[in-house]
């Protein structure tokens, strides 16, 4: 490396795992408010994760005393994020067992992006030309 170039570097990662659970109750009644005609009750379950990479990397070199510049630059990225869930839900009927079942649904989401970036950028000063 001469006084003329530079280089540089940075990276930096973020990383947030997340696991929330709610629970939804809800129980409805016709006419009389004190007997229960049916519920609803609900539960999910979350698996979140959020990771974000990132590298940077730049070479700069002065070309000449104009101040005419050569950049080469690389960058990369990299999301891996997902967000899954598991939501069961049973339905209750006190009056009538018959009509009770559940159900279940299972949602996987998840989220892989790479980036790649290489770039040049060359910045050539004009002498001034005087007439």
Known sequence: MTKNQILTANFEKTSLPNHPFAVS???????NPISIDSAVNTNNKKDIRQN??????LYRNKLDTLGSTLDIGYSYIDF?????S?????????????RNFSDE???????????????????KKL???SR
Do not use: V
Not at 52 to 57: H, I, R, V, Y
């Open 80 to 84: 891996d994020n997902k967000s899954d």
């Open 25 to 31: 109750k809800n129980m409805f009644s016709k006419g």
């Open 86 to 98: 598991e939501i069961a839900t049973n339905y209750t009927y006190p009056g009538n067992t018959e």
């Open 52 to 57: 974000t990479s990132q590298a940077n990397f």
């Open 105 to 123: 649904l299972f949602i996987r989401n998840p989220l892989l992006i790479k980036i790649h970036t290489l770039n040049a950028d060359l910045l």
């Open 127 to 129: 002498p001034n030309c």
